[in-house]
């Protein structure tokens, strides 16, 4: 999504495949991102795939959609992720509030690692964040050191899009409802996540310090109700 925002006053025409429903399914900013890139001319295929790269004279020329469109191509950007392929390394990644793995002197932190958060009672999770590789490092370290502390961190995610910066903090999966305030169309609003009748996450756009005030509650081990948000 931030590569088709760069690129949507640069290229002629931008084009996002993607396997999900919606990009950042699990977020409620969806419509407003789609939006937000639709009107810079940038064109969504979701719920497909790519069937197949074909080119000439060792140039891409077109892309076939796995239900059978094909898009002409210049160049194509391609962010699939990537899988563990060290088994070993991967069992070893156990939750640990230390950040130890189970081999001795091996630690473990970033995108690779699971943690258990206490936010959701010490659930095991595994978050891509900048801020919370951040966190990990912090810990891992400590850890190398004897220093026994817990890690206690609170998601906390900002990107920008079309010169927007969107935050996102908690943890919201398996939320049931959202309380929403401001307008997606004046750019401006504030969401919470409930679950269980409680603020579990937030995300906003030009609402600053609402998300890093949440942060602070949430670290505290302070909730929000649903009533209180509403
Ligand atoms: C397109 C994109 C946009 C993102 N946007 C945001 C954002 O807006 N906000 C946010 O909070 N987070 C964002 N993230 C997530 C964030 O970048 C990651 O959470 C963070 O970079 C993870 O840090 P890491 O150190 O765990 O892993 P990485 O940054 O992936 O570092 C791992 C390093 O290990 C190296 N490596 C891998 N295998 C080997 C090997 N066998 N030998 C030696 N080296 C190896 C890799 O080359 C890499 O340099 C984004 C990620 C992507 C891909």
Known sequence: MEVAAYLSDKAASVTVIGSSKFPFQSSLVIPLLLKMLEEKNVTFYTSNGVAEIRGKNGKVKEVVLKNGEVLPADIVIVGIGMYNKFDIAVTAFISHRFM??????????????????????????????????????????????????????????????????????????????????????????LAFYIKDEEVAAAASLNFDPAAARLVEMLLMGKRITKAQAQ
Do not use: C
């Open 100 to 189: 130890k793995t189970n081999i001795p002197d091996v630690f473990a932190a970033g995108d690779v690692a699971s943690f258990p958060l206490p936010l959701v009672g010490h659930k095991r999770v595994n978050i891509g964040h900048w801020q919370l590789v951040q966190a990990h490092g912090r810990i891992s370290g400590l850890s190398m050191l004897n220093q026994q502390v817990a890690i206690n961190t609170v998601p906390y995610f900002w990107t920008m899009l079309l010169g927007k910066s969107i935050r996102y903090t908690g943890y919201g999966e398996g939320y049931t409802d959202i309380v929403f305030k401001g307008s997606t169309e004046e750019r401006k609003f």
